[in-house]
């Protein structure tokens, strides 16, 4: 891996090459020195023929340097060693690192390296381990004054004859307190002392190391999102429970979680969403790790739809917009239907925006799985509303209006959603009439009003179907 500049590449096939990220400056054997100024030379190739426009330094990654080194990024990544760790998220970082529509043949899939995405969800999962703290502190019990004592009135409370602390230490009472007391000394014998480092290289429980620890956290989510944006990643990472797990556990706690990390997660399992079956979380044949069930996982992304970070809105509506594309999902996001139209109803009154967008095709999607879905919507209060007002502001992108149109077409085909319709009809007869672009669906809405009544005041206000 190295670093080249527009302006550089003069005499660069002479220089002594550099010590690799994270090692000691003589660690550096022969046979990677000679393979490191082998792809000198080719870095210093590719400047002669860099177009001049290109300005600012950019990477040039071998396209050999993950099958070189697939084991010792593992590796590293497992050690726990701040250098080492260091070097491989920087590492793939560059590897992964592909816009959506950009075309890369040196991006590395993450199949090409066994192991590596449990190490990534590894480095995630220690700062979980640290995020919250895990020693809650008892309160003390209603005590018994007297009880089995004649020194302190006070039972067996404050071993005041016996204890070395002069502070005292209050149990649940006078019969359990010599069993709590030595449970009490079990546990702080048994406890680890993993995290009271004090050699060098390794992270600390101090505020400092913390830090480090959820910057490292970060960015492997940040790599793991990358991953999912590589077609050749995703069978593999929407199959992976653990991976699943922790992301969806991010989504979970979302309230206390770093936001950058929580984003990565939800754009993670965006790209994903298309494959994924959440019944793998009660899967006998998938080992778990955090235990995390379907229904808390619906849940946590009805908080995402629901918190107060708008730029969440927009990746929590277009998840469900494509879970529910999958029937294997249906029969789990039913039960909360009414709350997710209510909280997508709630967005789509927002300006125009992505997470409108988003709102308008998880409707679509929903509106189209049955004919509860169209019933339930088509009671939500303002629902048609503002899927009228999505239509005549208009959104930006035709595609949506179009969408939005095609939800009104929809419900209009249930005969219980008549009597919420009619009062719309002579919206519908100006959309008819004003905007040629949705002239079609706008009149199959009303031939559909009107042509069928099933009641005297549908008689009386339809006339479009004579």
């Not at 035709?398 to 008549?418: D, F, G, M, S």
């Not at 949705?438 to 006339?463: H, Q, W």
Request: hydrophobic share 40%.
């Amino acid at each position: 891996m190295q670093k080249r500049q527009s302006g550089a590449g003069a005499g660069g096939g002479s220089a002594t090459p550099a010590a690799k990220r994270g090692r000691p400056l003589g660690s550096v054997n022969t046979n990677s020195a000679a393979a490191t100024a082998a792809a000198a030379a080719a870095a210093n190739a590719a400047d002669s023929v860099a177009p001049p426009s290109l300005l600012g330094p950019s990477l040039h990654v071998h396209y050999a340097f993950a099958d070189q080194n697939n084991k010792r990024i593992v590796l590293a990544l497992q050690s726990g060693l701040k250098s080492e760790l260091t070097w491989a998220l920087n590492t793939l970082t560059l590897l992964s690192f592909k816009e959506k529509d950009e075309v890369r043949k040196d991006a590395t899939p993450l199949a090409k390296i066994p192991g590596l995405l449990d190490a990534l969800l590894q480095v995630i999962d220690d700062w979980r381990d640290i995020a919250l703290p895990r020693v809650l502190v008892k309160t003390p019990r209603v005590r018994l004054l007297g009880a089995n004592s004649a020194v302190t009135g006070f039972g067996n409370e404050y071993e005041a004859l016996n204890s070395d602390n002069p502070l005292p230490h209050p149990s649940t009472g006078s019969g359990s307190s010599n069993k709590e007391t030595s449970v009490l000394k079990c546990a702080n014998k048994l406890r680890p002392r993993a995290w009271s480092y004090e050699e060098d290289g390794l992270f600390n429980l101090d505020e400092e190391g913390r830090a480090e620890k959820q910057l490292c956290a970060v960015a492997a989510s940040n790599i793991l999102r990358n991953f999912s944006n590589m077609p050749d990643n995703e069978v593999i990472m929407a199959q992976h429970r653990h991976c699943l797990e922790t992301i969806f556990q991010c989504l979970e706690d979302y309230v206390t979680e770093d936001e950058e990390l929580v984003t990565n997660a939800l754009e993670t399992v965006v790209n994903l969403a298309l494959l994924l079956e959440l019944q793998i979380f009660s899967s006998p044949s998938k080992p778990s790790f955090i235990k995390m069930t379907e229904k808390r996982a619906v849940q946590a992304l009805m908080g995402m739809l629901g918190s107060a970070v708008k730029a969440w809105h927009s990746g929590a509506a277009e998840l469900i917009g494509r879970l529910i594309i999958n029937p294997e999902n249906d029969a789990l996001l039913l039960p909360f239907a009414s709350q997710i139209y209510k909280r997508l109803v709630d967005i789509i009154s927002l300006p125009p925006t992505d997470a409108q967008a988003a709102a308008v095709g998880a409707l679509y999607n929903l509106a189209g799985v049955s004919m509860d879905c169209r019933l339930k919507l088509a009671s939500e209060r303002w629902a048609i509303d503002r899927l009228l007002k999505v239509i005549k502001t208009p959104h930006p992108t035709q595609e949506v209006c179009r969408k939005a149109a095609t939800i009104l077409e929809n419900l209009v085909l249930e005969p219980q959603n008549k009597p919420h319709l009619l009062p719309y009809e002579n919206a519908f007869a100006e959309m008819l009439f004003g905007d040629s672009r949705y002239s079609d669906i706008f009149a199959r809405i009303l031939y559909e009003l009107t042509s069928r009544p099933s009641n005297k005041v549908a008689s009386a206000c339809g006339i479009w179907g004579m």
